[in-house]
């Protein structure tokens, strides 16, 4: 196993998890002045920097949506997709039991752990299909910014306003998840699993559609 990698991709990912939910919970604490551009900038800040701080080591992932588009791609093989995505999972999942020691109970009850969940009237097809394509462009812009040998070099900024513009058209609809294990760990944590399906499988299909699409259509 690739050590350095497995905490590369643990520590971003519980950075995602830890500030998204504490963003989530704070806006409540804060009655609503945070809003939704706030925890938007809160996600997409907090993957720049640790895209950033991580892209040396692991590529900066972070997400298995990601990693599972690149392997589909050729970009990774099966032995570091194993690695990365059980680093990304545990990471999400101890960034949920440890918000649990930093904000009140009552707070994460209200707010579901943060965890990603329909919109009022948004049927479980709508938010699936939301969660597919706001994944695609995700990984578009993973795959244009990082992994193509053309591309410019700006560390994880773009893909952190990538996630900040999915989360500002996404966040009403599904809560804009576009990434498996930022559902998994606070789901796990209380927030409940009822639609683990939609949020892993809909994030994993964008980002197999995009890896594939940029490799056959885009790349050099």
Aim: aromatic fraction near 8%.
């Amino acid at each position: 196993m690739n050590t350095k990698a497995f905490l590369a991709e643990f520590i971003g990912t519980f950075a995602l998890i830890f500030v998204g939910v504490g963003a989530i919970a704070s806006n409540h604490l804060n009655g609503g002045q945070i809003g939704l551009v706030g925890i938007a900038l809160a996600h997409g800040l907090t993957i720049a920097v640790m895209v950033s701080a991580t892209a040396a080591v692991s590529g900066g992932h972070l997400n298995p949506a990601v990693t599972i588009g690149l392997w589909s791609a050729r970009k990774i093989d099966i032995k570091d997709v194993i690695t990365y995505v059980a680093a990304q999972c545990w990471g999400a999942i101890t960034a949920a039991i440890l918000i649990k020691g930093c904000v009140p109970a009552g707070v994460l009850a209200v707010v579901g752990m943060g965890t990603p969940m329909l919109g009022d009237g948004v049927s479980a097809p709508m938010g699936f299909l939301t969660e597919i394509i706001l994944t695609f462009f995700l990984v578009l812009a993973v795959y244009g910014t990082a992994v193509d040998s053309r591309a410019p070099r700006v560390g994880g900024l773009f893909i952190g306003l990538t996630v900040t513009l999915g989360i500002l058209v996404g966040g009403p609809i599904t809560g804009a998840a576009m990434n498996p294990a930022r559902y998994l760990g606070p789901a796990l944590l209380g927030g409940g699993l009822e639609l683990w399906w939609l949020y892993w499988a809909g994030p994993v299909i964008g980002g197999i559609l995009a890896a594939v699409f940029y490799k056959k259509c885009l790349e050099g």
